[in-house]
């Protein structure tokens, strides 16, 4: 079976851009990263020279500058979706937050592609999800846990809290 293949924009810390396909998660071959160019030519990459791999939307070819289209790279507030929230200082002392799913993908992400895969804070940007190497990072800061608690406990909760203010009385 094929592996899909996602549109990306892979940003070098030399400042240059590669678009092309590449799958999700596997993509990392010793210390190299292939990426299929819209051409349909295979494009090796050294991972220790790529800051971040951004899974887009559309590419944006006419846009040299920022075709990621990232938006804001913090949070406003609290994330509402569940995961890790991080903090990420690059080697360039740039910094970006993100939200990483804390499950067996993300331990298959460190270990399998030497890199974390965050969400960006603005979700209505061309940037669906943004692969670092571990190579481009100098600090990751756990900024908090973000867990969906089981309404049935929220439920018996409350009316816990009910009974004893009416029994106090």
Sequence with gaps: MAIAQKKTVVRQFDGSLTWGYLPQSGFVA????EVLDPAGRVIPLL?????????????NLD?????EQIGRRSFLSRP???GLWLKLGFRDN???EGLAN???GFIESLLDDRGLSISP???RSNTQRIFV??????????????????????IQRASATIQTQLFDE
Excluded at 30 to 33: A, D, K, Q, R, S
Excluded at 47 to 59: E, P, R, S
Excluded at 138 to 153: A, D
């Design 30 to 33: 010793g210390e190299t990263v």
């Design 47 to 59: 991972l220790t020279q790529i800051k971040t791999i951004a899974y887009v939307k559309d590419f």
């Design 63 to 67: 846009q040299a500058v920022d075709p």
């Design 80 to 82: 509402r979706s569940d």
């Design 94 to 96: 740039d910094v970006l």
């Design 102 to 104: 804390f499950d067996l």
């Design 121 to 123: 804070p603005d979700a």
């Design 133 to 154: 190497p571990r190579a481009a990072l100098v600090s990751v800061q756990v900024l908090g846990f973000i867990g969906s608690t089981p309404k049935q406990k929220t």
